[in-house]
């Protein structure tokens, strides 16, 4: 079960990452800002830089706020119109995204890079049923014919774990549970067989239970056809056995990227660090072995607002003087683990 119960139990899978491993997606110092009207400009995503290999399992984590759903909906482009690219590129199989035509971005979407929302609920067409919801993703990608569509979409749903593929096939979203719907998606996100897949918090509406067994279906599916994943979260325990690289946001940077052991075992980043300490205090009172409600001491910074220097200053126990006077720049610990703090300065 991805939902470990001590962190000193982690065993994730380690994935190597050597020089001829082909990237799947490259995003190079990407940065947003939304202008919204009568307001100040807001930077929700700042200089990120992200690798995502073929067939890894990157987990992005980080406080709600801190830019992870718009990382995600801008590697589709699919910003709000108040959104602009300020900097940077988001190279998918070798062509940049910012710079595709809708009409290439149709074909990309839903094809070679797929999303798995939030909320099924609100994703699903309340007056459509599940079969034909999953038909209209193959009909925009795939020359097949009704016959084919029909014989796939009840594969699909046996994929996803439903026994009984021909009565959900024909049934409406509301007839399903929560967990049933959030397998529904699952289908539909892999109906064309994706290079790329991004789920944004796809279990966040679930109980535990059922966060442990979509999980392992979604990275059992994952698996099963090589497609790479971005799973979204603020909470490390979702990534515990699950990612193969964490990569931790904070108020719109990458501030921590390494392999899932790296960041778990050894955060370095005084978030990450605070993270880490947050879930084992969120599990041991849900586990009745102590009263105290976790929580990082402070705010996350308004991003509408410029910053000298790091943006986790003042909220940081270990913070030094250069800290609020200059922004950290990148350092390699190692060949798969980077930090932007002064402690861990080249």
Do not use: W
């Not at 709600?64 to 718009?70: A, M, N, P, R």
């Amino acid at each position: 079960m991805p939902v470990v119960e001590e962190l000193e139990g982690y065993a994730g899978r380690l994935f190597l990452q050597s020089s001829e491993s082909r990237a799947v997606l490259e995003i190079r110092e990407l940065s947003v800002r939304y202008l919204p009207i009568g307001q100040k400009p807001v930077h929700p995503v700042k200089c990120v830089s992200l690798r995502i290999h073929a067939g890894e399992v990157v987990g992005i984590i980080g406080e709600s706020g801190s830019g992870k759903s718009t990382l995600a909906t801008s590697i589709l482009k699919l910003l709000p119109e108040h959104a602009q690219y300020s900097a940077g590129s988001v190279q998918f199989e070798g062509q940049d995204v910012l710079t595709m035509r809708e009409s290439e971005l149709r074909r990309v979407r839903g094809a070679r890079i797929a999303m798995i929302p939030q909320d099924p609920a609100t994703s699903l067409n309340p007056v459509l049923k599940v079969g034909t919801q999953i038909s209209e993703v193959l009909r925009a990608h795939q020359p097949l014919s009704n016959s084919q569509r029909k014989t796939r979409v009840l594969g699909l749903l046996h994929e996803v774990g439903f026994n009984d593929a021909e009565r959900v096939a024909s049934a409406y979203p509301h007839e399903l549970s929560g967990g049933q719907r959030q397998r529904v998606v699952i289908a539909q996100a892999v109906a064309c067989k994706p290079a790329l897949l991004i789920a944004d918090e796809p279990t966040s509406k679930l109980d535990t239970q059922l966060q442990a067994d979509i999980l392992t279906l979604l990275i059992s599916v994952v698996r099963r056809h090589g497609t790479s994943l971005i799973l979204i979260t603020h909470d490390p325990g979702i990534l515990i056995g699950v990612a193969d690289r964490i990569a931790v946001m904070y108020a719109g940077s990458i501030v921590e990227d390494g392999t899932a052991e790296e960041v778990v075992r050894n955060p370095l980043h005084p978030y990450t660090q605070a993270l880490v300490i947050l879930f084992k205090s969120e599990h041991g009172r849900r586990a009745g072995k102590t009263k105290e409600f976790p929580v990082i001491v402070g705010e996350a910074p308004d991003l509408s607002h410029a910053f000298a220097g790091c943006r986790f200053e003042p909220r940081c126990s270990e913070r030094m003087a250069v800290c609020s006077a200059q922004d950290p720049t990148e350092s390699n610990v190692s060949h798969s683990h980077r930090v932007s703090c002064f402690k861990h300065a080249n």
